[in-house]
């Protein structure tokens, strides 16, 4: 069975630049997540999918940050414009349901200088 | 918000030693979760915990969740070289409507070799 994947590896861009990540979950899998997980730390929840449904966007900040998912399959996450402090690794993940175990795909590593 | 505190932040093992990390909290958790995470690739689900003073086992690997539901801890029994690596816990509560919460991580524990 594939895992998630998750496109670009790695990003470098400058400040003020805007960039995209796309990820392609696990066949079947309901619910699909993006997390930012910064140098040091645990993954942060950004944004949760239910198909094509927002369940949770709470911790996103939507004045720079955009996401979608809109056939129910794909999402892509756009940072819109890029600030230092965006450098991380976006996390990418699927469950079957909301309820069942999340599978991580091996994340996007963002540079900002 | 709720925040979680792993530690140790970092220890060194030498192959055949137990090893042994804890997660608190100040919220109280439905679920608490560990997970090890390798360099370049997403964290992986380890242990999953639901009920409060539970302990399961996975191999070497064992994990209770705390009874006030406030902490949980992870044991490794006789480490491997291949136990190095990034170890998170991550608390979970039921979410509205009975559906499952966030998972909140803590800042992880780090796992080398002694030189």
């Known amino acids: 069975e594939a895992g998630v994947a998750q496109s670009p590896r790695y990003k470098i861009i400058e400040k003020r630049q805007s960039v995209a990540f796309w990820c392609n979950p696990i066949?079947?899998?309901?619910?699909l997540y993006w997390y930012q997980q910064i140098l040091g730390q645990g993954p942060k929840l950004l944004i949760q999918f239910q198909n094509n449904g927002v369940v949770d966007d709470s911790q996103l900040p939507k004045d720079r940050f955009s996401a979608e998912r809109l056939k129910g399959v794909d999402s892509t996450l756009k940072i819109q414009p890029a600030k230092l402090e965006d450098s991380a690794v976006y996390l990418c993940a699927s469950s079957l349901r909301r309820d069942t175990e999340a599978f991580f795909g091996q994340g996007t590593r963002l540079t900002v200088v | 918000g709720q925040q979680l505190n792993q530690s140790p932040q970092s220890m060194f093992i030498q192959e055949g030693e137990d090893v042994s990390m804890n997660c608190t909290s100040s919220s109280i958790f439905n679920t608490w979760l560990w997970y090890k995470q390798d360099p370049g690739e997403g964290p992986v689900l380890l242990i999953a915990?639901?009920?409060?003073?539970e302990l399961t086992s996975n191999g070497r690997l064992t994990a209770q969740f705390g009874i006030t539901r406030k902490d949980s801890f992870l044991n490794i029994s006789a480490s491997i070289p291949s136990d190095v690596g990034i170890y998170f816990c991550?608390?979970?509560?039921?979410?509205?409507?009975?559906?499952?919460?966030?998972?909140?991580f803590g800042k992880g524990t780090k796992l080398s070799v002694k030189p």
């Open positions: 066949s079947g899998h309901a619910t």
């Open positions: 915990l639901y009920k409060a003073g």
């Open positions: 991550a608390g979970q509560l039921k979410g509205p409507g009975g559906s499952q919460g966030n998972l909140i």
